[in-house]
């Protein structure tokens, strides 16, 4: 079912956790709905110098949250703002149909962390 | 180590079980409705076979009729006897929430075909309430089918009960006992039952294999047409190999393993509850299925617990809606009261005879690690 990418970020993932100096939180989902995804993002000079996630949910949900702050980490809001579902489901080696749900929620945490360290720099 | 811990969805074949069907391949291989030696001794084998599986029950042997599996038996009793029973100007059937699919899309089936189907509440540990029941009932309705022992929560209905109701106001009684045979006893005469759908592969026999009691003089329209095998209601040539170890399988089950399950199932309860906090157990802890424990565990998700318990060679399953095909959360949790993300996190651990305190340990101890570890990832989850 899982692909062994999958399975590997599922088993070992990374950037897990809370981030204690985030300057951007993101959450989308909710528990009746089986997800919630919430992403930190650390941003210094337009680039996410660090990110991390905490997420309640499946095998997927886990995976795509763990596999999406990989490819993000490091690069500009710019680039990471472009990355859609189709490249984390890609970056895993695919994802079966119905869990391709999953891999949206992870962009749009992050994209919801991102608009959150955007207002609050507005307002400085 | 691994460890099958999901015996409610299937067994393994016993090997006693084995040994008695393999002469049913490529010795004993006739047709039992040929009439030479060939013939009569797989027919003898059939025959016995039927006797085994009525005397479990106390039916007739000629009241047993056997089938694929569970699947069939419960199709045959609702649409089968149903489509006869419209003609007779009955098209209600009252069942309940928490049957098993088979009976489920076989009433949609009948709901797209002019029947009317009542599908009775359940309380928050599964049991149907008797007077809804009773008022459920209508000179419309032809028949009212039960499950006896829910397959996911294990809850084990009072049939001799609703039998009593059944046959006050002259109602066809079906259930399907595939879960809870060999496991609770069974009575058809007690408990007034007409149809009755088993199987064999959830008890130590092999797949493919089941049968239905049909009580005597009750008209079933068959749906399998052909040479008229099984008293004209199941036709096509019988699955020997499958029906003996079937029977077998029948044969050698006990009261002792039935007492062992429960005591491994009352241990494993009493630790997952003490040992893991927000845990709750879904189904009653009296008049539950020997074999069954299903949990609730909060602020971590069934399919991650099942995923991460795989990976420890551990096998169960979980009412989690991101398990299904349908990414809908279990009907039975739902029926029972729960909220959708209580039945997110619910999995079933179901054990059977060969099932040791060594893989409960071993079982346990894992559960706790994998809740644990997700439970860290999970943004719900705040320590008490």
């Known amino acids: 079912m899982y692909t062994e990418r999958v399975m590997k970020h599922f088993k070992h993932p990374k950037n897990q956790g809370k981030l204690k100096n985030a300057n951007g939180i993101g959450e989308v989902g909710n528990p009746t709905c089986g997800d919630v995804m919430k992403m930190y993002v650390y941003v210094e000079n337009g680039m996410i110098k660090d990110i991390s996630w905490e997420t309640y949910g499946c095998v997927a949900a886990i995976a795509t949250s763990s596999v999406l702050t990989t490819l993000v980490k490091g690069k500009t809001i710019e680039e990471a703002l472009k990355i859609t579902k189709d490249d984390v489901a890609k970056e895993l080696g695919g994802l079966p149909s119905m869990k391709m749900h999953c891999s949206i929620l992870a962009v749009d945490a992050l994209k919801k962390a991102i608009e959150d360290y955007r207002s609050k720099e507005a307002t400085i | ?384």
């Open chain 2, 1 to 384: 180590m691994r460890v099958y811990l999901d015996n409610g969805a299937t067994t393994k074949v016993d090997p006693v079980v084995v040994e008695a069907m393999k002469p049913y391949f490529s010795e004993k291989y006739g047709n039992a409705s040929s009439l030479h030696v060939f013939g009569r001794e797989t027919k003898e084998a059939l025959e016995n076979a039927r006797s085994v599986l009525a005397k479990k029950i106390n039916a007739e042997p000629d009241e047993i009729v056997f089938t694929s599996g569970g699947t069939e038996s419960d199709n045959i009793a609702l649409k089968g006897l149903l489509l006869c029973e419209k003609c007779r100007g009955k098209n209600h059937v009252i069942t309940t929430k928490i049957e098993h699919p088979a009976v489920l899309n076989s009433c949609k089936f009948l709901e797209q075909n002019g029947f009317k189907v009542t599908y009775l509440d359940v309380d928050k540990d599964g049991f149907i309430n008797l007077e809804q029941l009773k008022k459920s009932i209508s000179s419309k309705t032809a028949m009212v089918s039960v499950i006896h022992a829910n397959n996911e929560v294990g809850t084990i209905q009072d049939l001799e009960k609703i039998g009593g109701i059944c046959k006050g106001r002259n109602l066809i009684f079906h259930s399907d006992v595939v879960q809870s045979f060999t496991k609770v006893p069974i009575d058809v005469n007690k408990y007034n039952l007409d149809l009755a759908s088993l199987s064999g592969h959830k008890i130590h026999g092999p797949k493919g294999v089941g049968a239905i009691y049909v009580k005597k003089r009750l008209f079933v329209c068959p749906f399998m047409h052909g040479g008229g095998h099984e008293r004209g209601l199941r036709a096509g040539t019988e699955n020997i190999p499958g029906i003996v170890g079937f029977a077998k399988a029948v044969e050698i089950s006990s009261e002792k393993d039935v007492e062992r399950m429960k005591e491994l199932r009352d241990y494993l309860i009493e630790k997952v509850l003490s040992k893991i906090p927000k845990t709750t157990l879904n189904g009653p802890r009296n008049n539950r299925l020997c074999n069954n424990a299903h949990f609730t565990i909060d602020n971590v998700e069934g399919e991650a617990i099942l995923f991460a318990l795989d990976e420890k060679g551990i096998a169960v399953s979980t009412g989690s809606a991101c398990s299904s095909k349908s990414l809908k959360p279990s009907h039975v949790l739902l029926a029972m009261g729960r909220k959708k993300e209580e039945s997110h996190g619910s999995i079933r651990i179901t054990l059977s005879k060969f099932t040791t305190k060594k893989e409960i340990d071993y079982f346990i101890e894992n559960l706790i690690e994998v809740v644990a570890n997700l439970r860290k990832m999970s943004p719900l989850y705040k320590k008490i």
